[in-house]
């Protein structure tokens, strides 16, 4: 059975920092891009950042490129979330998301991963 399990998630004020972990489990996706969404109350679950399976190549929102970093180990079959500088904005449930199949596809797009977390909650407080 795959599992995603996120964890790293929590209060912290408005310009602090925090790192989300993404360990998956159940099958290997060194070889495949992972991701991470976010999804606000009463607002659709959005893209945040992306990596590809290497690692080499990675994309951002534009709403947090040059505050958040995100990475992976793939000997850990994990990957991460770095977030500086974070604002109330940043405020919701983060989901990493897999994708276990080869093709084309967007990385921002919700529909082109097939493997969920089921979320860690990241309050950000003014």
């Known amino acids: 059975q795959v599992q995603l399990v996120e964890s790293g998630g929590g209060l912290v004020q408005a310009g602090g920092s925090l790192r989300l972990s993404c360990a998956a489990s159940g099958r290997t996706f060194s070889n495949y891009p992972m991701s991470w969404f976010r999804q606000a109350p009463g607002k659709e679950r959005e893209f945040v950042a992306a990596?590809?399976?290497?690692?080499?190549?990675?994309h951002y929102a534009d709403s947090v490129k040059g505050r958040f970093t995100i990475s992976r180990d793939n000997a850990k079959n994990t990957i991460y979330l770095q977030m500086n500088s974070l604002k109330p904005e940043d405020t919701a449930l983060y989901y990493c998301?897999?994708?276990?199949?080869?093709?084309?596809?967007?990385?921002?797009?919700?529909?082109?991963?097939?493997?969920w977390g089921q979320g860690t909650q990241v309050t950000v407080s003014s």
């Open positions: 990596i590809s399976g290497s690692g080499r190549s990675t």
């Open positions: 998301a897999a994708r276990s199949y080869s093709g084309t596809y967007d990385p921002r797009q919700r529909d082109d991963y097939d493997y």
